[in-house]
């Protein structure tokens, strides 16, 4: 039997590189679009391509004329969609576009899978939020994200294409950036705990957010185009937690005691309170694809804890 070949944007990233080892474990053959292909992951097929450049995403598709398309790339750090609004639509929706209506010609079979966000849902005025609930993006980004969103469904709808819209609440894991509050987070734990540092300059403790492990989302994805047919599925842990939470739980994993101690909270970091906790129901993922996160928080924060701890180590002189 031919081995089912899938093709992944955003490849280079943590969540492409974790759908990359899945995918292969499931004897697929992968292919990863990257603006350089050389950086992909070891067994994957590197294509070049880039969300602003519209034919090279059209060529992609077209060469390697996948079963399944997983859409994972974009610009994924919120706050800089402050800065270039015009770019994070363009490289959001404006890319999401351009894929589906190639996947509907190359393929109408294809299934695709298009990761949005949380964001979409903003100030919703209901938590845990579901597939159901209001869409008020308070981001250039969120708005972006529900505008792929949007598409996704208007495109399933007109063209009869298996889109899925996978709805992504925060998910790390050490492969993580820095700039991410949660590696900052681990990262700084571990650097107290090597007495590299002193404490741990933060915003708001008692900000809410819903962290899975990127590992268990990705299985989310592979499982949304397994289904008999496309829908939009919320994935996340159902649990909300404060940064105060994700702190207590990076400062033991480092073995560091008092670990609230070290913490400096700097009012420059701190944002307006949300009205609405950012916490995802994934019921229907669960009822519908048989998904809930396998991995615990507290193993996830550990997980990372331990890679920072060796990474730092091996910074040294």
Do not use: C
Request: no cysteine.
């Amino acid at each position: 039997m031919t081995a089912r070949r899938a093709l992944i944007t955003g490849v280079t990233g943590q969540d492409g590189s974790y759908l990359a080892e899945l995918l292969l474990a499931q004897g697929y053959e992968v292919a990863g679009v990257a603006r350089d292909p050389g950086r992909v992951p070891a067994g994957v097929r590197g294509v070049p391509g880039d969300l602003l450049e519209p034919s090279t995403l059209v060529r992609a598709v077209e060469e390697v004329a996948p079963q399944e398309l997983y859409h994972l790339a974009a610009p994924t750090f919120v706050p800089a969609s402050w800065e270039d609004p015009a770019g994070v639509m363009a490289a959001i929706p404006g890319a999401t576009g351009t894929l589906l209506a190639q996947a509907a010609r190359v393929d109408p079979a294809m299934r695709v899978f298009v990761a949005t966000s949380s964001e979409i849902f903003g100030d919703a005025g209901e938590s845990p939020q579901r597939e159901t609930s209001p869409m008020r993006p308070r981001s250039p980004y969120g708005i972006a994200k529900l505008a792929t969103h949007q598409l996704v469904g208007v495109l399933r709808e007109r063209l009869g294409l298996f889109a899925v819209s996978g709805i992504t609440y925060n998910h790390e894991s050490p492969r993580r950036p820095e700039r991410f509050l949660p590696r900052k987070v681990t990262r700084g734990a571990a650097a107290i705990a090597l007495g590299l540092e002193d404490e741990l300059t933060l915003g708001d403790l008692g900000a809410v957010r819903d962290w899975s492990h990127a590992a268990d989302i990705m299985r989310g994805a592979w499982l949304s185009l397994r289904a008999d047919r496309p829908d939009d599925y919320v994935f996340a842990s159902g649990v909300g937690r404060t940064v105060g939470d994700l702190v207590e739980a990076a400062f033991a994993a480092a073995g560091v005691e008092g670990g609230r101690d070290r913490v400096r909270v700097d009012p420059a970091f701190v944002r307006p309170p949300e009205a609405t906790p950012s916490i995802g129901d994934p019921s229907h993922a669960r009822t519908a694809l048989g998904w809930e996160p396998e991995i615990p928080f507290e193993d996830l924060i550990a997980e990372m804890v331990s890679a920072d701890l060796a990474l730092l180590r091996a910074r040294r002189p």
